[in-house]
């Protein structure tokens, strides 16, 4: 008979492995090879795995586990384990075979450290790159029966830190296509598979921003930001564009409010100036909601008596290799499929809303969880 912990195992176990290859796949840049790593320790190491295991499901055990271990090593530097971990500006250092034991004996010898991190906090990860998702999404629909000079009421739900509010603030290269600022702090600059993945023909002008969620992160905090540095995966891209779309984010403070996408998404969208286009933004929010809160949200837009688009970059539910179902409720194209089954990755969706509730949507495409490709299809 299987005990309730040896459950708790394998699911935890499952889950990081599916993490470590939907970050890290065979044709991911060798960059992300530590994070995949980190992950597969997490599955496999008993003085990891047991920590794990003993996080409540819905805190995203081996996430938030790594998160505690980047916060420790960031904190207390130990050789030669903190060699391993890139910090802003450092480049990728070399990942070799002394990497396990010296993570499996960290663990070992901080094993209630890490219970402690893990209890106090919650594993929210702030990445950036999906900004370039929400603009392809956007080079899709303006001009697409949506008038593109119209201004836009931008609403991040599950805004974290509120990076993904200053989309307009960022520069993105796709391919030889560029837009956005050419003085911006930072540029994002995803692989491009598939077909080109559209951006828009000029930058969107965003009327209004307002940043939602249920524990809004401010980064005026130095330890907020230490914590979701340690959030971030220790991939060096990863690790500089948080650290360059942090500081956009403090020279630019948002509305932030703290509510829940569900219970208060009316509420929240009568604060948006009606003149301009609603554009609800969930980037890795709505894979963490019931079935029936995600039912209930969809139910509302329809309800809202207003043009909307809802842009999602969402894994397929359920999380794992057995999802199936668009948290849009979209047709999911079979390749989304089969690259959910590989490893998490991101489904890219639109939903437009009329003010009659009329609505109409498509998958897109598919990213990589971390902003290394998009995958236009
Ligand atoms: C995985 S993070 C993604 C953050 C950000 N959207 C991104 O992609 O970088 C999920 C965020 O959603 C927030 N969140 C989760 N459930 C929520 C809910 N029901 N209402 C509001 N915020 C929620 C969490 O606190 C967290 O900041």
Redesign the pocket.
Known sequence: MTTPEAADRAHVREQALGIAAGWSPPDAPPTWELTAELFRAIATEPELLGIAAGIPADRLPPLLLSAAVRYLVARRSPHPLAGYFPTPGSGQPRLDEGFRPALVAFAREHASELTQLCAEH???????A?SADVLAVLGAVLGAGVDPERPLALV?????AG??LHLDRYRYRFGDRTLGDPDAALTITPELRGRPAPLPARMPTIAARLG????P?DLGDHRVREWLAACIPPETTAVDRFAAASEVARAHPADLVR????DDVVGLCARMPEDALLVLV????HV??TDE?RARFRRQLSELGRDLVWIS?DPLVPLGPEGTESVQYLPVPPRALEASRAGVTGVVGQLSVSRDGTAEGEVLGLAHPGGAWIEWL
Do not use: K, S, W
């Open positions: 919650r594993y929210q990860m702030n990445e950036v999906r991040d739900l599950g805004t974290g990076l993904g939602v969620d249920v524990e992160l509510a829940e996408v569900v969930d980037t890795y929010v963490f909601l809160q970059v």
